[in-house]
T-cell receptor, first 118, second 116 residues
Framework: GAVVSQHPSWVICKSGTSVKIECRSL??????MFWYRQFPKQSLMLMATSNEGSKATYEQGVEKDKFLINHASLTLSTLTVTSAHPEDSSFYICSARDLGGGPAGTQYFGPGTRLTVL | AQKITQTQPGMFVQEKEAVTLDCTYD???????LFWYKQPSSGEMIFLIY??????QNATEGRYSLNFQKARKSANLVISASQLGDSAMYFC?????????????FGAGTTVTVRA
């Protein structure tokens, strides 16, 4: 089946530092990847859509300068949280759309990254 | 725009029994897809089952089945013979086909706890 990995699975950083999270599709190509943020016991909130070779599309209210997204290849998208602050602490999860398989539009998710900013 | 409603924040079910998770949706689109995902405490979102709006038969995947009632705009998930490992949060999601952005709209989720 379609497998998506995320790295790191958890990270603790000091306020003001930047953190990079990688999202990889391991056994399929993904022209489109998505980045979500999730608070405890809540639903997923879409932050941005990452398209290979082009700029990411951000949802309303998401600061593009704070959450930098790069989709450099068909299997890798990265999210960089710049100058992180405690309010950025959250669970970040990515997904990838499988071009070649799965029901139309199925997104396959990574295991998520838990970010804690001290 | 699509809206997904899951009215059951939490449910308890006895092991080996069946459980139905409710999902209703609101859309003006004629062509769309409905998805169910499972999120255990580890956090990973696991794709369970898909139903297309033009599919005439209800989708089934192992112990999961989707009770699709198009006129009522509902897509309830049925888990048969519950197992302890089914304890998780379950999300209903939807995507409109004419949209080229492939975005999913998610419901608020339902937490299922399976009791031994």
């Amino acid at each position: 089946g379609a497998v998506v990995s995320q790295h790191p699975s958890w990270v603790i950083c000091k306020s003001g530092t930047s953190v990079k999270i990688e999202c990889r599709s391991l056994d399929f190509q993904a022209t489109t990847m998505f980045w979500y943020r999730q608070f405890p016991k809540q639903s997923l909130m879409l932050m941005a859509t990452s398209n290979e070779g082009s700029k990411a599309t951000y949802e309303q209210g998401v600061e593009k300068d704070k959450f930098l997204i790069n989709h450099a290849s068909l299997t890798l998208s990265t999210l960089t949280v710049t100058s992180a602050h405690p309010e950025d602490s959250s669970f970040y999860i990515c997904s990838a759309r499988d071009l070649g398989g799965g029901p139309a539009g199925t997104q396959y998710f990574g295991p998520g990254t838990r970010l804690t900013v001290l | 725009a699509q809206k997904i409603t899951q009215t059951q924040p939490g449910m308890f079910v006895q092991e080996k029994e069946a459980v139905t998770l409710d999902c209703t949706y609101d859309t003006s689109d004629q062509s769309y897809g409905l998805f169910w995902y499972k999120q255990p405490s580890s956090g990973e979102m696991i794709f369970l089952i898909y139903q297309g709006s033009y599919d005439e038969q209800n989708a089934t995947e192992g112990r999961y089945s989707l009770n699709f009632q198009k006129a009522r705009k509902s897509a309830n998930l049925v888990i048969s013979a519950s197992q302890l490992g089914d304890s998780a949060m379950y999300f209903c999601a939807m995507r409109a086909y004419f949209s080229n952005d492939y975005k999913l709209s998610f419901g608020a989720g339902t937490t299922v706890t399976v009791r031994a």
